[in-house]
């Protein structure tokens, strides 16, 4: 994944091993020509099956690392960013996105943080979404749109 750790305003490198380890490592970028050399910055994070993603969800510019637990529990968890590593995992949702769904992040109210968003992709075709508080959860998730990212339309 792409998304600026340190908020310097360059986007650096994230990987996610998922696996039995889920390690996240980052290379940062140097704002001209490369990466640096890759460093764990959080030792168990999104493993096997859950979805991770990356965003602002703080509004402290700088991109914090966020996973979609989905199946029976789905829940959101969220890993702030201090600018070099990344904090412990919490739990911001307890239901958001099942297996299924196709989860992304965004900020869509315009506030500087980052939300989360959900497409249903099923016959229903819903768009749910849950606004973050800045602080430690997403909240007043509800449906944004009843009609748009059909079964058999590609998802990004």
Request: hydrophobic residues 30%; without cysteine; negative net charge.
């Amino acid at each position: 994944a792409l998304g600026d750790i340190d908020g310097d305003g360059d986007d650096d490198l994230i990987t996610f091993t998922q696996g039995t380890t889920a390690d996240v490592y980052t290379a940062l970028s140097n704002g001209t020509d490369a990466f640096g050399t890759g460093q764990l910055v959080h030792d168990h994070f999104a493993p096997a099956g859950e979805l991770p993603r990356i965003g602002d969800v703080n509004g402290d510019k700088k991109d914090d690392i966020i996973a979609f637990t989905q199946g029976t529990e789905s829940d959101v968890y969220v890993a702030l960013s201090d600018g070099s590593k990344y904090g412990p995992g919490a739990r911001w949702n307890e239901y958001f996105s099942p297996t299924g769904e196709f989860p992304y992040i965004g900020d869509y109210d315009g506030d500087g943080k980052d939300d989360i968003v959900t497409f249903t992709h099923n016959t229903e075709a819903d768009v749910y979404v849950a606004l973050s508080n800045g602080t430690d959860a997403f909240i007043n998730g509800r449906k944004w749109h009843d009609f748009f990212g059909t079964p058999g339309e590609t998802s990004l």
